[in-house]
């Protein structure tokens, strides 16, 4: 693989090794905090007195680049800010959303007010996040050549994103490259590009495995195996930062624990969606 570059905020000695981080009492307050953050890299932001509103009216449907947070703490008036984010949203033409803070329970407790003001709250299960700490357990095939994207390469679009119903990502991968925040490895296979996996490095100590996919024709056939391998072995030679995902699917998982991840805790997710 070609050597990475130093376009990103994870390089060695930048924070303490995995092992101390592992115990220390604020690591999960940083990974939430990270997840909240996220899409200021990738999306438009604004800071309001009760949090903060992502929007990209390039690619409007994408709830995770347009979404709101409230953070309950600052949070004097809900009927009010839950009107200027309505408005916020409608006047450019998106759909009005806002994320649960990872405090659990609030949306819940404070139905009645989302209900008057026309939106929905739906609960997902718990969001799982999963902590890199064991070995590498995967074997490398060498049966892909793995570059990092420096600059974008439309074969991404072309051979993963398009085909698999995901042209709306293509904008925010662009992004990605772009950004000294992510780096952003490729297989290819017989020139054709195969699999995709992006790791962020955020403003809190912590890097998260923000994406991984493979072309739908191809999977099942160990080609992301090797790329989260490669990856991860990426993370800890270049990076003392600890490196968490969660996982979307039960293959997903599967993979990340032979990588070398397991289960680091759990967190009510709730999203607040706009009808009336």
């Known amino acids: 693989m070609e050597k990475m570059t130093e376009r990103h905020a994870g390089s060695a000695g930048a924070t303490p090794a995995l092992e101390e981080d592992r115990v220390h009492p604020d690591l999960m307050d940083r990974i939430l905090r990270t997840e909240m953050?996220?899409?200021?890299?990738?999306?438009?932001?604004?800071e309001k007195p009760f949090g903060l509103i992502y929007h990209d009216q390039s690619d409007p449907d994408n709830p995770y680049l347009n979404h709101a947070i409230i953070f309950p703490d600052q949070v004097e008036d809900l009927p009010g800010a839950l009107d200027a984010i309505t408005?916020?949203?409608?006047?450019r033409g998106i759909q009005p959303r806002v994320r649960q803070p990872f405090t659990k329970g609030y949306f819940m407790d404070h139905a009645t007010e989302f209900r008057i003001k026309g939106y929905d709250i739906q609960l997902f299960a718990p969001t799982r996040f999963m902590l890199l700490e064991n070995p590498n357990r995967i074997q490398p095939t060498g049966k892909l050549e793995i570059r990092e994207l420096t600059e974008w390469d439309p074969r991404v679009a072309e051979d993963i994103l398009i085909p698999d119903g995901n042209g709306q990502a293509v904008e925010?991968?662009?992004?990605?490259?772009?950004?000294?925040?992510?780096?952003?490895?490729?297989?290819?296979?017989?020139?054709?590009?195969?699999?995709?996996?992006?790791?962020?490095?955020?403003?809190?100590?912590?890097?998260?495995?923000?994406?991984?996919?493979?072309?739908?024709?191809?999977?099942?056939?160990?080609y992301?195996?090797?790329?989260?391998?490669?990856?991860?072995?990426?993370?800890?030679?270049?990076?003392?930062?600890?490196?968490?995902?969660?996982?979307?699917?039960i293959t997903a998982e599967k993979i990340f624990r032979e990588a070398g991840f397991t289960d680091f805790f759990q967190e009510e997710l709730a999203i607040a969606t706009y009808h009336s």
């Not at 408005?87 to 006047?91: K, S, W």
């Open 37 to 46: 953050d996220y899409p200021k890299y990738i999306s438009n932001f604004e």
């Open 87 to 91: 408005q916020f949203y409608l006047e």
């Open 172 to 222: 925010e991968i662009k992004r990605n490259i772009m950004g000294r925040r992510y780096r952003v490895l490729v297989g290819y296979l017989q020139g054709k590009a195969v699999s995709m996996v992006t790791i962020y490095y955020g403003d809190h100590g912590v890097a998260r495995l923000a994406s991984a996919e493979t072309a739908a024709e191809l999977r099942g056939q160990g």
């Open 224 to 249: 992301a195996r090797e790329l989260i391998s490669t990856i991860v072995d990426m993370h800890r030679r270049e990076s003392s930062l600890p490196l968490y995902l969660w996982p979307q699917n």
